[in-house]
């Protein structure tokens, strides 16, 4: 099975996620379901956690699930973010990347949003000096 993002793209995605997270203690990770068949923000919970995002020391991890087959996809953070950012924030992030989504801009809506939660995290959760790498910039699938 091909994957949804050629490997360009997939270098651009993990270059903003390496941008971003170098500015914050935050962890933000990608993943392409292609096995995903029922709620996709049931679904982003599920993988979130199979992920170990919960697992970060500051609870700030995001995710930005990708549901190609439903033509789907959530934006979800851990506590730690969802205490801090406002209320309407992930829906503005949602509403930006569907607006490049409805362009076929798929990589470029997820950089944009990537580099927009890399700077709410910097707000909140700054790079300290003994941050490390929680979590892999790579992008996962499930086929």
Known sequence: MEKFFNPAEEERMIAAIQQAESCTSGEIRVHVDYKSKGN?????????ERLGMQK???????LI???PD????AI???????????????????????NHFKKGEF????????????RKLQ?????QEDDVNELPDEISYDH
């Open 40 to 48: 996709v923000m049931e679904e982003a919970w599920k993988i979130f």
């Open 56 to 62: 970060t020391e500051a609870r700030n991890g995001v």
């Open 65 to 67: 699930l990708i549901a």
């Open 70 to 73: 439903q033509k789907q996809f």
């Open 76 to 98: 979800i953070g851990d506590e730690g973010i969802n205490k801090k950012v406002p209320e309407n924030f992930w829906a503005e992030e949602r509403n930006l990347m569907q």
């Open 107 to 118: 990589c470029t809506g997820i950089c944009v949003v990537i580099e927009q939660v890399g």
């Open 123 to 127: 707000e909140f959760f700054p790079h």
